[in-house]
């Protein structure tokens, strides 16, 4: 019975000289397809997960200190807050209502019309919207947004650097063409991943794992070193390269919802005009039904009737879940601004679920400061992985297939079919 076994099992293992070739080829240009743009995309990553102290070191938070209260004040009505936002801009309309997720504060959007914010899309210099920070349990104005025609606010060197890392990371400046571009060249290094660990399994079976051979070639020394930093980092590497091709892939998924899901649950009102907004319910009690319609999630922003992802006569209220990993779950809710009654709650499709479960994953966003660590330790890897295959590409790229597996350690049989043989313990002394 354990004979048998063993037979089965080396001949599962065994693979064709054809077929090394093949994924030999497969791994090369994959790898080499994708390697730059990984390299980017590694590089700029780095500074990405650790945006928020970065920002917090070099550029700090100019808000003026919240007033001392005693423990357990509660917020002030939002209400409240909003007829304040309407009593400094008289005649404009708010766009959204939004509570702050780490400090006691409101932000609330404002524009002179739903008109101008559309009109703003053919002028990326022109910025009609602006919007005022109110303190949360006082409804004391805190901070607002510089005027439409004040002079730009100088950017800090921290603000540019970022931005470029950002943009590069995302879509090469390319907007949506270049993020699925780089969804494409994620789907490749999955590839790479894949067809470098079916050589790395052959490979290996004639070393020890995780031998690195220093007596030998520097060439060999380069090549084991690159199998061992890509096998200590296969699974996370995997991880990240599937969450970022899905990442990639936000904009077209979310417009996916938008025109099928959200077109029919807005199709009895869309052509409805939109009400005045001294006209319309409560947003405080539109706050209190969201929460109710969506038990264990914490609403985290209200838009009003006429944005352009909505509806003429309903508040959008947007929840999520209260746990960390349900905390990038939305769930948005319908209540009706001119009623305040509620029109539903409408989970998102499971694409778009699995998309909000994968960004955090991609950034290490779900451990804190230690898995930020980790992430950025594995990347660091990662990068030493890519530079070594090039060196191994560059030192060996006019020698043909089968000299190069030879000179890398693979045994090859002169006929195209023979297998490779499965070398045991005892052929290995």
């Not at 679920?353 to 966003?365: A, V």
């Amino acid at each position: 019975m354990r004979l048998t076994i063993t037979r089965t099992c080396e001949r599962a293992v065994s693979m064709t000289t054809r077929a090394l070739r093949r994924w030999f080829v497969v791994h090369k240009w994959t790898s080499l397809v994708c390697t730059l743009f990984l390299l980017i995309v590694c590089v700029t990553g780095l500074p990405l997960l650790f945006s928020e102290q970065i920002w917090d070191t070099f550029v700090g938070d100019d808000d003026p200190p919240y007033e001392v209260l005693p423990p357990g004040t509660p917020n002030a009505s939002l209400d409240v807050i909003v007829d304040k936002a309407r009593a400094l801009y008289p005649g404009q309309i708010i766009t959204s209502v939004n509570p702050d997720d780490d400090e006691p504060a409101v932000l609330v959007s404002m524009a002179p019309s739903w008109q101008a914010l559309k009109d703003d899309e053919n002028y990326p210099d022109r910025h009609s919207g602006h919007w005022i920070k109110f303190d949360a349990r006082t409804a004391k104005v805190l901070e607002q947004s510089r005027p439409a025609d004040a002079p730009k606010e100088p950017r800090t060197w921290t603000g540019i650097i970022m931005g470029i890392c950002n943009r590069l990371h995302t879509s090469l400046f390319a907007y949506l063409p270049g993020r699925l571009f780089l969804g494409a060249m994620g789907g490749v290094f999955v590839a790479s991943l894949v067809s470098g660990t079916v050589l790395y399994g052959r490979f290996m079976k004639r070393l020890p794992f995780g031998s690195v051979r220093r007596d030998r070639a520097s060439r060999l020394t380069w090549l084991d070193l690159h199998n061992l930093l890509g096998a200590a980092t296969l699974v996370w590497a995997t991880v990240v390269g599937f969450t970022g091709l899905v990442n990639e892939l936000q904009t077209p998924l979310f417009g996916l919802w938008r025109v099928t899901d959200v077109r029919q649950i807005l199709k009895p009102y869309a052509n409805l005009p939109v009400p005045a907004q001294d006209h319309l319910s409560s947003v405080q009690a539109a706050f209190d039904t969201a929460a109710k319609a969506a038990p264990g999630n914490e609403v985290t922003g209200l838009s009003f009737p006429g944005a352009s992802f909505g509806s003429p006569v309903h508040y959008v209220l947007w929840t999520r879940g209260n746990t960390p990993l349900r905390a990038r779950l939305f769930t948005p809710v319908l209540v009706d601004a001119r009623t305040g009654e509620l029109t539903g709650a409408y989970p998102m499709p499971w694409y778009l679920r699995f998309l909000e479960i994968s960004r955090p994953l991609h950034f290490g966003d779900y451990g804190g400061m230690p898995l930020k660590i980790l992430w950025a330790l594995l990347d660091v890897v990662v990068i030493g992985v890519l530079v070594s295959g090039l060196v191994l590409w560059a030192g060996k790229r006019r020698i043909a297939t089968d000299a190069r597996l030879r000179a890398l350690g693979y045994e090859l049989d002169d006929p195209d079919d023979a297998a490779v043989p499965v070398l045991t313990a005892g052929d290995a002394r």
